[in-house]
């Protein structure tokens, strides 16, 4: 039973593009929604993350928007470069411990 | 700092053979957790320990072990190693105090089952 959708599998943007990853979640106790960023070789490292009591969050070219009557949180890239390639991850959980991952977001970015 | 340390990095076993895989975090985090990451499935949580002396199962816990017996570290052991049990091993530590405290994880075991 997969408990956070991810989509798309993969991703090609061109460099200065907006890169859109989408999540899906079914388990409304849910209170912590992070990002997960991992380079080939690499243990994932937190992007971002927000809680359900705001619609958006931002730091620096990422932001999350988050829809929680969807049920739903997205990953924005803003002016996405080649050192932005990697595969991101999303997550749920409760109290920020047992993370549910996503399946995982391949990004490429070419100059 | 060295943060959370995982060894060996790689490892191949035959099926039937036990290991223990390592890890060891120098942030005294109280909570501890391991993960195994497949393709297309993303990672999924195998054992996790809220401090010294407790652990309790995750997600994916059949054939595997685990224990606490120290703040810092937690190992992992396959008792008996299966094909399915390939994979790529992650562990992770959080301090406990305060919201939004991020896990961290590990560079990773690769582990090959023959």
């Known amino acids: 039973q997969q408990q956070v959708k991810q989509s798309p599998q993969s991703l090609i943007v061109q460099k200065g593009g907006i890169s859109i990853i989408n999540c899906a979640y079914e388990?409304?106790?849910?209170?912590?929604f992070p990002w997960y960023q991992q380079f080939p070789g690499k243990g994932p490292a937190l992007l971002i993350a927000?809680?359900?009591?705001?619609s958006e969050k931002k730091e620096g070219r990422f932001t999350i928007s988050f829809n929680k009557s969807a049920k739903q949180f997205s990953l924005h890239i803003m002016d996405s470069q080649p050192g932005d390639s990697a595969t991101y991850f999303c997550a749920a959980s409760k109290d920020t411990d047992k993370l549910i991952f996503g399946t995982g977001t391949r990004l490429q970015v070419f100059p | 700092n060295a943060g959370v340390t995982q060894t060996p990095k790689f490892q191949v076993l035959k099926t039937g053979q036990s290991m223990t895989l390592q890890c060891a975090q120098d942030?005294?985090?109280?909570?501890m957790s391991w993960y195994r990451q497949d393709p297309g499935m993303g990672l999924r949580l195998i054992h996790y320990s809220v401090g010294a002396g407790i652990t309790d199962q995750g997600e994916v816990p059949n054939g595997y072990n685990v224990s606490r017996s120290t703040t810092e570290d937690f190992p992992l052991r396959l008792l008996s190693a299966a094909p399915s049990q390939t994979s790529v091993y992650f562990c992770?530590?959080?301090?406990?105090?305060?919201?939004?405290?991020?896990?961290?994880f590990g560079d990773g075991t690769r582990l090959s089952i023959l």
């Open positions: 942030m005294n985090h109280e909570y």
């Open positions: 388990n409304t106790a849910f209170d912590y």
């Open positions: 992770a530590s959080r301090i406990r105090q305060g919201i939004n405290q991020p896990q961290h």
């Open positions: 927000i809680r359900p009591d705001v």
